[in-house]
């Protein structure tokens, strides 16, 4: 069962071989501790969408294989948008300290709904009420 939900910078990060991101993660995968969301992968493919047209068919590849065999990718649900809808409302100015970006905030949500732990060097995170988040040094992205 999954305890852990990856940010986009973290597995992207790990599909990168980034040394420090690997030994965090790779015993949370071999566990079965870890997920993301479907969001996060919108966003990695996006960076990859960069690449040339042979390194974006391999990366991509890569990470494909890795959602549809390790890292489940959960999908977005009515709770998880009604959790979002929620959280903007919060997080929204006089009520809180300020939005975050839809696609954080939906992944926030979906963390949240899940009852996972947010792991990400995006501190804007930390920000969500309510959300555990570990914070990783960005430092530990290269």
Do not use: C
């Amino acid at each position: 069962m999954s305890q852990y939900l990856l940010d986009t910078n973290i597995l992207a990060a790990y599909l990168r071989g980034r040394p420090a991101i690997v030994m965090l993660v790779e015993p949370w995968i071999r566990a079965d501790k870890a997920a993301t969301s479907i969001i996060v992968y919108g966003e990695i493919v996006e960076y990859l969408q960069r690449l040339t047209d042979d390194d974006y068919a391999r990366d991509l590849n890569l990470l494909r294989g890795l959602l549809q065999r390790q890292v489940p990718s959960l999908p977005l649900s009515f709770a998880i948008m009604e959790r979002y809808a929620t959280l903007r409302r919060a997080l929204r100015s006089p009520y809180g300290p300020g939005v975050i970006g839809d696609m954080d905030t939906l992944i926030a949500a979906t963390a949240l709904e899940h009852g996972l732990e947010m792991i990400t060097a995006d501190s804007d995170y930390t920000r969500v009420p309510g959300l555990i988040v570990q914070l990783i040094p960005r430092t530990d992205l290269k």
